[in-house]
């Protein structure tokens, strides 16, 4: 067995190959267009005309979903009660769901994100922004989907460890890594997401020194994961590591990350700011934030970040 | 032809080919779902407005203002969008009044009946 290299993991193209939308409008007119440029695009579309539609659509097809694109305003069922609906299940509580809403409310926004919905479209579309936003969570759901895989396989009495210090330098190894040490936490899956986004910014915006704007030009290229691959091997950046550190507390399980970077503005970035709801990236620190863990603290400059969860104390008979 | 009711055209050509590119077979079904809904919508205001509850006028404007927006109706759209401000607006106690919301759910039929033939024409065509 010499098939060992890190390609074999499969993580490098967590982008499923033909992404399947589920799309849910009560206007017909709207969903026909949407549905026709989705197609164009060359995905798979579900289509719902309600919330109530969209909730069977899930229950019938919850593992051939990869995102859901989900009207604000809808009668009987709105956007926000099919997304509290999905939040009570477990498989699809994180599916990433595109809310649209319209385009003079903020409010709609903000309500949204304090729901857990991280990604936006006003009304009416516009073709740049359907693809930006639709490319972030097509993003997002392959990435999930492919660490919980790669996650199942190694699944063990991982919590029986109480130390672990770990170093690393590539994407590959930051994906792989947070597989292993998801593992060490109660709940792996729901942690999982967060770190992979903590450790992939510790190699992306730390060490490499990726700026936000690059990453947002990077992906519209389609060239994010080249230009970081490219960038890892150059010998500017080929010494730099990540330290990852793990430990069980008696109230806390948590992991510190420290990279080798200058650090970055991490304060903006802790909550989703409606301003970048519509962006093609920037949601990993907030869903870090405000779904993984229980508490999130970078230290000043931003080159190192304490990720904690609080465990329940156990009854003392 | 006159046409007495100023604003945006009846029905922008320019709207309707770019639908036209953009659903290529389907669009024909589209604009039957439309003249279809679009009455449906017209009879809820109305039915609405008789029966004085003017919160049930929200939702139906709110899609008729992007739908026919979709397909160039611009007429309908507009109006569609000033009745829903209006019909928000009195569901908060302030605002438009009763008869602003009747004399626009009139203009909204009559933008309705004008563009719904040249709709019928242009399935014709398509048909032909």
């Known amino acids: ?317 | 032809m006159t046409n007495s009711t100023e604003g945006p055209e009846i029905l922008d050509m320019e709207a309707v080919e770019d639908a036209k590119d953009a659903m290529k077979g389907k669009f024909a079904t589209m604009v039957q779902y439309y003249l279809e809904d679009t009455v449906s919508f017209v009879e809820q205001i109305e039915a609405a407005l008789s029966a004085n509850e003017t919160d049930k006028i929200v939702s139906p404007a709110h899609t008729l203002k992007s739908s026919s927006a979709q397909l160039g109706a611009m007429q309908v759209s507009d109006i569609a969008r000033e009745l829903e401000a209006a019909a928000r607006g009195t569901t908060d106690g302030e605002g438009a009044g009763e008869n602003d919301i009747a004399s626009l759910t009139q203009r909204l039929r009559a933008a309705f009946e004008a563009v719904e033939p040249k709709f019928k024409e242009i399935l014709d065509q398509q048909a032909a």
């Open chain 1, 1 to 317: 067995m010499n098939d060992m290299s890190p390609s074999s993991s499969g993580l490098r193209n967590p982008v499923p190959e033909k992404p399947r939308i589920l799309a849910v409008d009560d206007d017909r007119i709207l969903l026909m267009m949407l549905e026709q440029k989705l197609q164009d695009q060359g995905h798979d579309v579900f289509t719902a005309t309600n919330g109530r539609e969209a909730c069977e659509v899930l229950q019938r097809e919850r593992d051939n979903v990869d995102v859901v694109l989900l009207d604000r305003e809808m009668p009987e069922m709105n956007g926000l009660e099919v997304v509290a609906w999905m939040k009570q299940d477990r498989s699809l509580s994180r599916l990433p769901v595109i809310m649209q809403t319209g385009a003079n409310s903020p409010e709609q926004v903000q309500e949204g994100i304090d729901a857990g919905v991280f990604y936006y479209l006003t009304k009416p579309l516009q073709d740049g922004l359907l693809n930006s936003v639709l490319s972030a969570a097509i993003r997002e759901s392959g990435q999930q989907k492919v660490l919980r895989q790669e996650m199942s396989k190694h699944r063990n009495s991982f919590t029986l460890v109480d130390k672990c210090e770990c170093r690393f330098r590539t994407l590959d190894e930051a994906e792989n890594l947070s597989c292993f040490i998801a593992n060490f936490f109660p709940d792996p899956d729901r942690v999982l997401a967060g770190l992979a986004e903590l450790l992939i910014n510790s190699v992306e915006h730390g060490n490499l020194g990726v700026t936000y704007e690059e990453k947002t030009e990077l992906i519209a290229q389609g060239a994010w994961r080249d230009e970081i691959q490219k960038r890892q091997e150059l010998a500017e950046f080929r010494d730099k590591r990540v330290e990852v550190l793990f430990a069980r507390e008696e109230e806390s399980l948590s992991i510190l990350i420290q990279d080798q970077g200058k650090g970055f503005d991490w304060r903006s970035f802790m909550e989703i700011d409606p301003a970048r709801a519509t962006d093609n990236h920037g949601r990993g620190i907030a869903q870090a934030n405000l779904l993984s863990f229980d508490s999130l603290e970078y230290n000043d400059v931003g080159n190192a970040v304490k990720a904690s969860v609080t465990v329940e104390k156990e009854l003392d008979w």
